[in-house]
């Protein structure tokens, strides 16, 4: 079982996989969002509905991989934050995308 900074360490890490795996599960997810319309402007895709539904997929991917145990283990409080964290992280990734493209373009 792994404590609140080694959770992160692995994730950021890409041990096994998981910032890549959670990743993608977050894009698909921005995916979703986009081609239902509810991320159809810069106000809406920032909406508290959208951050929390990714906070959620982010959980949701933690509790059914293998760091399972590492995440039942940890407060509701570090949760939220590392949750966050990833969020940010994801956002940030996305928008190193996207500015790349545009700037291809």
């Known amino acids: 079982m792994a404590g609140n900074s080694e959770l992160m360490d692995i994730i950021k890490k890409n041990v096994d996989n998981h910032h890549a795996k959670l990743s993608d599960s977050l894009y698909e997810k921005w995916l979703e969002f986009h081609n239902t319309g ?5 106000e809406s895709a920032f909406h508290l509905s959208v951050v929390i539904d990714l906070k959620t ?3 949701e991917y933690l509790e059914s991989s293998s760091l399972s145990v590492s995440w039942q283990n940890t407060s509701e409080e570090d949760q ?11 956002l940030i990734e996305l928008a190193h995308s996207f500015h790349g493209k545009f700037r291809a373009s």
Request: aromatic share 6%.
């Open 38 to 42: 509810r991320i159809e402007n810069r």
């Open 57 to 59: 997929a982010i959980a």
């Open 80 to 90: 939220n934050g590392i949750c966050s964290i990833l969020l940010m992280d994801f």
